[in-house]
């Protein structure tokens, strides 16, 4: 949506809007089957170690290296990954708990409500009902099956060389819906067995999902950005 709007492709915002939040709600659908056939029994029961503890110092600083490395790799998607890291240091700092549990819930419900009654006033029958909607509707569907496959595929060729074993599904979870993907990850292991905790490793694939997504966005906006400018 941030795309479209920046490359002056506004009509398409309304059809990208409904294919993101589409998606998002099919994961628990999408990704599942996916996961089984690109894994075997053995794999999905892999179990992952306990995380380490993380320092108060590590979550400050995470989110302001964040903010700098993407400025500097990706500057087009500055905004949106300030914006995301800024709710990170609001709630790691310990000081502005009334501005974080507002930035958590009510601004967030009021931006998503805001957001979709201002793009659901750009889809008129004209602008909606186009072949292009199709075409972002089915790209959609291809970026979530490749990003699941994708995922998946890469941690088992990290378990080629690692001694420790990474449970592969967790790699499904680098894709930026969040956190419904963490969810369905760790839900279809505890189906394999009901002692293998996975969410946290899965959300943290899937906030790797969404900075790497910011990021992509940025390196589209810088490539073709200045193509149309």
Known sequence: IFLAGKLGQS???????????????LVPIIQPPIMKLCTTE???????????PVS????????IVITFVVGIVAPGGLPLIACLMFGNLLRECGV???????????????????????????????KFLRPQTL??????????VFDTVGGVFFAKFINLFAKKKINPMI????????????RVVHKLGQE???QNFLLMHAVGANVSGQIASVIAGGLILSIFGSMLG
């Open 11 to 25: 009509s398409l915002m309304g059809p990208i809007a409904v294919a993101a939040y589409s998606y998002m709600s």
């Open 42 to 52: 053995k794999e999905r029961k892999i179990k992952m170690d306990q995380l380490r």
């Open 56 to 63: 108060k110092l590590e979550k400050i600083l995470f989110p």
């Open 96 to 126: 502005l708990n009334a501005l974080s549990e507002t930035a958590q819930k009510v601004l967030a419900n009021l931006i998503t409500l805001f957001l979709g009654l201002s793009i659901a006033a750009t889809m008129s029958a004209d």
């Open 135 to 144: 075409l972002v509707l089915g790209l959609g569907l291809v970026a979530f």
């Open 171 to 182: 790699g499904a979870a680098g894709i930026s819906a969040f956190p419904m993907s963490a």
């Open 192 to 194: 394999e067995d009901n």
